[in-house]
């Protein structure tokens, strides 16, 4: 049996700077898919020069960040003392836990000197109990993501987050949770089976897609109702199509969003700003040096 479509949306587009963001989560329909809470994808862009600075110092409490870098590179460093970069293919997380600052650099690969840039952040909900934890954080290189060929080499499957079938990635799990990304090539397709009671959405980046018999387009986010059944993806297009999969079990603790901040109640969302202002998350160094 395939799962049925909940909805489509496009999202809220914005600029910042010279990159053009496309807000998908939350977004009118739904605040949450799993424990994923947030989705920004940044569209392809040109990007000439390299800057050395960040896009802005901010704070966060109760969630870890996942940055997945398509093309370009990402600087990060926080107040944790953390620092790294990875590169096209690579993604980066931070869990946040009792609260941390950090700032991101998004460049063009330095590397392969590729001028464009495209990438996705996702904000994970922690359970209660992790969000009161020491922050952590780990770089994952683009050959350090596990890939799968698919069948009759009709394209391939990574792990970013979660487990599928032998796979496993380094990004820890605080519950059940899944990204995927899917690559199928110019005629081809692939059935993947979503268990009984799990929230599952797909994003589109830049091409059309068949999704168990519907046409999507290209910047829809399309979210499947969580009876247990498969998600077909149809490529009918004369190219290779990229499909981002993600979800996993339902967060069913409360949830309180504000800013920057994902607790379960006002009252640590109050916590939370009050130990910021107190300078309790600490500063980053390297930023402080500059």
Sequence with gaps: M????????????????????????????????????????????????????????????????????????????????????????????????????????????????????????????????????????????????????????????????????????KIPNYSRQFLYHIQLKAGTQFSIAMENETEVAAFLPIQNVMLNEAEFHAGEFIEFDKVAGEIEIKNTSLTTVDVLLFGGEEYTEPVVAEGPFVMNSQGEIASAYRDFYAGKYGEIKFIAQK
């Excluded at 010279?18 to 739904?30: E, K, V």
């Excluded at 600075?53 to 003392?81: C, K, W």
């Design 2 to 169: 395939k799962k049925k479509t909940s909805f489509a949306t496009k999202g809220n587009s914005t600029a910042v700077g010279p990159l053009s963001i496309q807000r998908m989560l939350p977004n009118r329909y739904a605040n949450k898919v799993g424990p994923f809470v947030f989705l920004d994808y940044v569209r392809p862009a040109v990007k000439e020069t390299i800057t050395k600075n960040g896009m802005g110092a901010h704070p966060h409490r109760g969630i870890a960040t996942l940055t997945y870098i398509l093309q370009g590179e990402v600087e990060h460093f926080d107040s944790a003392g953390n620092e790294a970069i990875i590169r096209s293919g690579g993604a980066q997380w931070m869990k946040a836990g009792n609260g941390i600052i950090h700032d991101e650099n998004l460049n063009y690969d330095s590397q392969t000197e590729s001028k464009f840039i495209q990438g996705f952040q996702f904000w994970i909900n922690l359970p209660a109990k992790n969000k009161a934890e020491k922050p952590a954080h780990i770089a994952v290189q683009a050959n350090e993501i596990p890939k799968k060929i698919l069948p009759n080499e009709s394209g391939w499957l990574k792990v970013v987050v979660g487990d599928y079938e032998d796979l496993s990635s």
